[in-house]
């Protein structure tokens, strides 16, 4: 087993200021990276947008298209896929309903076979 020797500095007040450095430089700067709204998003989309490139992977319109029509499409999806939510939700409801009249039989038998 390992020692472990932790020491602790204590300061005067005094001496605590002339050691510490406690302004605040960091406020008064502006921020590097302004945060982004979607309004600057479509200006500077309008303003770039015959630079471009129409097609590639990433950064063109293709990729754009692509990438929003996943966004787009969800609504369609959506209205695919409730009645599909609205099945699956009777057949558990169904599988409920089965199981308490299996449960019920079951309690119905044990009972009979007592008498």
Known sequence: MEKVEFSKRVYEKGAFNEVVDRTFREFGQEPTESIKTVEQFFRDYEELYFRIPPTGSVNSHQYLVEKSSLMYKIE??????????????????????DKQTIADLQIQIASSSIR
């Open 76 to 97: 369609e999806a959506l209205v695919d896929i409730q009645p599909l939510l609205d099945e699956i939700t009777a057949l558990k409801s169904q599988s409920i309903a």
